[in-house]
């Protein structure tokens, strides 16, 4: 057993802002406890039955202006601190910066797999540099779990089918813990894993140290050509399918009329459900691949495609 | 001379009382008195509360070391889940409607019975076959989905009994819909000559405000149930997304529903709570009108805030800044009745007897619980706090601080008039302080640890965590003591106690007007209502000011 602790580490960006409006509650509860304990108590003792007070009835009129007085004064009061957290929490609806460190986040029962963008992958356990935005890109392998860092303040579901995103920055160097909150069966409280926050230069390092795995693009290239994408997307096909170089992170027409850009979610969509997106222009022969693929090759071969986003990129 | 002078002074002990109506296991089984009901109702709801109680307890002593302790992960799973799904739809949902709500709400209106006195026995049979399935599946293996069942974990991937759980829920819900029914046709229809709306009892506008909820919001937590039984059974692909279903359609149908039923299960207490603050201040409740808007906007603006569970789930940003914005506009009203029942202490005549112990320690913890709620309503407090203790300290707060002290001060304040008889005060005041200690002893340590991220439903922890465990698992002891007492000394008021008179609290409401125990048919004339509700202070104003 060890000291009472009443508050954890914070190391992100945002946990300064979370911890001003916690404190902020935490103040106005408090201010609001007291006043109705107080009145209670007061009240409590000295109207108690066999004192010799003053107890007519107050005048109905200022009855009234109690009751419509504390009810705009709460209602202000509950707006204040509503448009407080919203605008805080406006900061973080807004899209990772560009620069960002995406990472490949793959949750099933009960581990988490991370990847980083060289191929570097790691089991329960994730190194981050600090002071440079980190972008998660999440998914579930079987049911919903939650990945959740106390000393970061943030916490995204996982929800099986869809994919999350989640972006923080680290503060301070050190090692944090990393739960799944979401009960995701037996060995959920065993779905544990450490943040590893460490200065950019040791992260550099620590990569390099890493067993060169394959490099996720090539080893996605290599899926593309074994699972047979190469034979319709490739540049000698036969089949007509829509070309992909160039494609990542451009607006797509589709044959319904939509736009939509295509990012990492509709490469996977395409992959699983190609019968949701048809693009302009071509016909809906794509077979799905949902069974013959698991997290991991999906990873690589999205992966593959967004390196394709330098080649080609023609009007 | 005659034969009426020697009439007793209570007409009870001549025409006999709904207690003394019949004595075989067949009167009470086939009963259609509202009384007899929610005799029924007391013993089934009292039986699941110490149900789901030994299952609390088995938590608590898990969670007192940070290993695997005496519970395996699969038992603690099961065990938490039977706490959860035991306690919120066997008990805290039905108990006071069903039990306080189907004994007093004919009599304060002054009619004879419900308005559909068969229903309401069907109602408790419903009840009970509902519970009886959910027991079954806690006899036959457990079911280790959470209360809240979350898909597609409760849908494809639990090896527990999740249909036969299901479809007690289902089955229960109807005896909850009916319930709602009965009370809303009874308020509209039965009230006695003068009973306008606006001399109703605020115990009788909370039933009508639960009952709206239970007749609107119920049907939604049945169909969702089918649905997971029918993906789970028959694998039609509504949750999965391997079927091209979708896990969050889950948790929208299922807060829509539970969202709601969290008022089913304060709104009730709230109540109770102004029928005892008002008897033992001797005072009219401040702000009448208030209150009773206060009720039915939280009824209302309640249907419209359950995205706020949703908040990491991938919900839009936008949506979550709406359902932010509806959830503290919901906690306005229950501030207005927290400032309403302390000003009706303004210039009173008090005095502390058990209930009123009860009704003011629900006052405190009432305001601690929906002051969290707060924190949960803001969202960046809400992403990190959510899914973890601190949202187990803010529900238990609102619905055990709040919900059982109001349900054990109704118990305490009606006692002599559902038996007929007188406790032993010292006690019941003992077990009411000790309640509230004890409660607070035990939950408000769980607020520490959810800011310090403790994630809920972890049968084994980081040690970092132990000293708040410790402390919270020793409150619990405290609180179990409390609980328990009552047991005691209803049972010997109930054998050996002292006769209650009709009126022992110098009460007003028509409840106290008839014989305690009351006859069967609940009054001997038609009642008449000519005053305003509470009318603890007639004239006094004049006399002292």
């Known amino acids: ?315 | 001379m005659t034969d009426i002078a020697a009439l007793p002074p209570t007409r009870a002990g001549l025409h006999g009382n709904y207690l003394s109506a019949g004595h075989t296991v067949a009167s009470w089984l086939f009963t259609t008195d509202h009384k007899r009901i929610a005799i029924l109702y007391i013993a089934s709801t009292t039986l699941f509360f110490f149900i789901g109680g030994a299952a609390a307890t088995l938590i608590r002593i898990e969670l007192f070391t940070p290993d695997s302790g005496i519970l395996t992960a699969d038992g603690y799973n099961r065990v938490f889940t039977l706490h959860g799904v035991i306690m919120v739809f066997f008990f805290l949902v039905p108990v006071v409607p069903s039990t306080l709500g189907n004994f007093l709400l004919p009599l304060m209106i002054g009619a004879r019975d419900v308005a559909f006195p068969k229903i309401n026995l069907l109602s408790w049979y419903l009840s009970i076959a509902g519970g009886a399935l959910a027991l079954y599946s806690l006899l036959a293996g457990g079911i280790d989905t959470g209360w809240t069942f979350y898909t597609p974990y409760s849908s494809i991937y639990s090896n527990s009994f999740v249909t036969a759980t299901a479809a007690g829920i289902f089955v229960a819900g109807f005896g909850s819909i009916a319930t709602g029914l009965n009370f809303i046709v009874t308020i509209h229809t039965l009230r006695a000559r003068g009973m306008t709306w606006f001399r109703l009892p605020l115990f009788v506008w909370s039933l009508y405000a639960t009952s709206l909820i239970m007749l609107l919001a119920t049907p939604v937590l049945a169909m969702t149930m089918v649905l997971i039984i029918a993906e789970r059974v028959f694998g039609i692909g509504v949750f999965d997304p391997e079927r091209g279903g979708d896990p969050i359609l889950f948790q929208h149908l299922f807060w829509f529903y539970s969202h709601p039923a969290v008022y089913i299960m304060i709104l009730p207490g709230m109540g109770i709570v102004t029928e005892i603050i008002t008897c033992f201040a001797r005072r009219r409740v401040f702000g009448y009108e208030f209150m009773v808007y206060a009720l039915i906007g939280i009824a209302v603006i309640g249907f419209f805030v359950w995205g706020h569970h949703m908040f990491v789930s991938g919900q839009s940003g936008y949506a979550s800044l709406v359902f932010s914005f509806l959830s503290f506009l919901v906690a306005v009203p229950s501030a207005i009745k927290v400032f309403n029942w302390t000003a009706t202490l303004y210039r009173g005549e008090i005095t502390f007897p058990a209930p009123m112990l009860y009704a003011l320690g629900f006052v405190g913890l009432f305001t601690l619980g929906g002051l969290t709620g707060l924190f949960l309503a803001s969202l960046p407090v809400d992403i990190h706090v959510t899914q973890t203790y601190f949202v187990v300290a803010h529900f238990h707060y609102i619905m055990v601080g709040g919900m059982v002290s109001a349900l054990f001060g109704g118990l305490h304040f009606w006692w002599p008039k559902i038996t007929g008889k007188l406790y032993s005060d010292s006690f019941a005041r003992f077990a009411a302080v000790l309640m509230f200690l004890g409660f607070n002893f035990t939950f408000f340590p769980q607020f520490i640890l959810g800011y310090l991220g403790m994630p809920r439903r972890y049968h084994a922890y980081p040690p970092e965590f132990q000293v708040w465990n410790v402390l919270s698992s020793a409150g619990a002891v405290i609180l179990a003591a409390a609980y328990l007492m009552p047991l005691g000394y209803f049972a010997w008021s109930f054998l050996w106690g002292e006769r209650a008179g009709s009126n022992p609290w110098d009460a007003t409401g028509l409840e106290w007007q008839t014989a305690s125990p009351p006859p069967e048919h609940n009054f001997e004339a038609p009642p008449q209502v000519p005053e305003v509700p509470y009318d603890y202070h007639p004239g006094r104003e004049s006399a002292r000011d």
């Open chain 1, 1 to 315: 057993m060890n000291e009472f602790r009443f508050f954890p580490q914070a190391a992100s960006s945002d946990a300064p802002q979370t911890d001003a409006i916690y404190f902020g509650l935490v103040i106005v509860s408090g201010a609001v406890v007291l006043v109705v304990a107080t009145l209670i108590v007061v009240f409590a003792i000295r109207y108690r039955r066999g004192t010799r007070v003053g107890r007519g009835a107050a005048s109905s009129l200022a009855s009234r202006e109690f009751e419509i007085g504390w009810t705009l004064a709460t209602l202000l009061a509950f707006l204040g601190i509503f448009s407080w957290a919203a605008a805080q929490d406006f900061v973080q609806l807004r899209p990772p910066p560009p620069g960002a460190l995406a990472i490949d986040v793959v949750a099933k029962q009960w581990m988490w797999k991370t990847q980083h963008p060289g191929g570097q992958s790691e089991i329960n356990s994730l190194h981050i540099p600090a002071h440079q935005p980190v972008r998660l890109l999440m998914h579930s392998q079987d049911v919903i779990h939650s990945f959740f860092v106390p000393a970061f303040r943030v916490k995204k579901d996982i929800v099986p089918g869809h994919t999350e995103e989640l972006w923080f920055e680290a503060t301070t160097p050190g090692t944090y813990p990393l739960f799944c909150s979401e009960y995701c069966g037996t060995d959920h409280a065993r779905m544990l894993g450490d943040i590893v926050v460490m200065a950019p230069q040791d992260y550099g390092r620590w990569l390099a140290g890493q067993p060169q795995g394959d490099d996720l693009a090539k080893a996605g290239e290599g899926l593309f050509r074994e699972l047979g994408c190469s034979g319709c997307h490739g540049e000698n096909a036969r089949v007509r399918a829509p070309p992909l170089a160039g494609l990542f992170g451009r607006p797509v027409p589709l044959s319904d009329g939509r736009i939509v850009v295509a990012d990492e979610a509709y490469i996977r969509d395409s992959i699983l459900l190609p019968k949701k997106d048809i693009v302009a222009g071509y016909e809906a022969i794509m077979p799905s691949f949902s069974s013959r693929l698991d997290e991991g090759d999906l990873t690589k071969l999205v992966a593959y495609i967004r390196s394709l986003a330098a080649q080609g990129a023609g009007p």
